[in-house]
């Protein structure tokens, strides 16, 4: 089993930034690859972003393509999304996924992923 919490979340205004924080637990982090979701209110689950288990290899959504980083620092345990250029639509519950799967694969989807976090929130206060 891995438990995964995230934090760093909070109100931002459009243009601001916010980097969000994912802590693993109960298995080798570098055992996985880790993805980032959201979901906005009334709206699906969606992709963000996903990083390989070195940290080389990543993946993004076109709608976060040159504003957000996902990065991991493995000998902490953490998966991290730096935010920047926040946008009003970015307003979303973020969540933090570990998948079993290939370790030097990309992963976009949903089922693709095995453990999930609680989310945190990401409001923008404009």
Not at 93 to 108: E, F, N
Request: proline share 1%.
């Amino acid at each position: 089993q891995v438990q995964l919490v995230e934090s760093g979340g909070g109100l931002v205004q459009a243009g601001g930034s916010l980097r969000l924080s994912c802590a693993a637990s109960g298995h080798r982090f570098s055992d996985h690859v880790m993805g980032w979701f959201r979901q906005a209110p009334g709206k699906e689950r969606e992709f963000v972003a996903t990083v390989n288990w070195s940290g080389t290899g990543t993946h993004y959504a076109d709608f976060v393509k040159d504003r957000f980083t996902i990065s991991r620092d493995n000998a902490k345990n953490r998966l991290y999304l730096q935010m920047n250029s926040l946008k009003a639509e970015d307003t979303a519950v973020y969540l933090c996924a570990a998948t079993l799967r290939y370790l030097d694969g990309l992963y976009l989807a949903e089922y693709e992923y095995d453990y999930w976090g609680q989310g945190t929130q990401v409001t923008d206060s404009s």
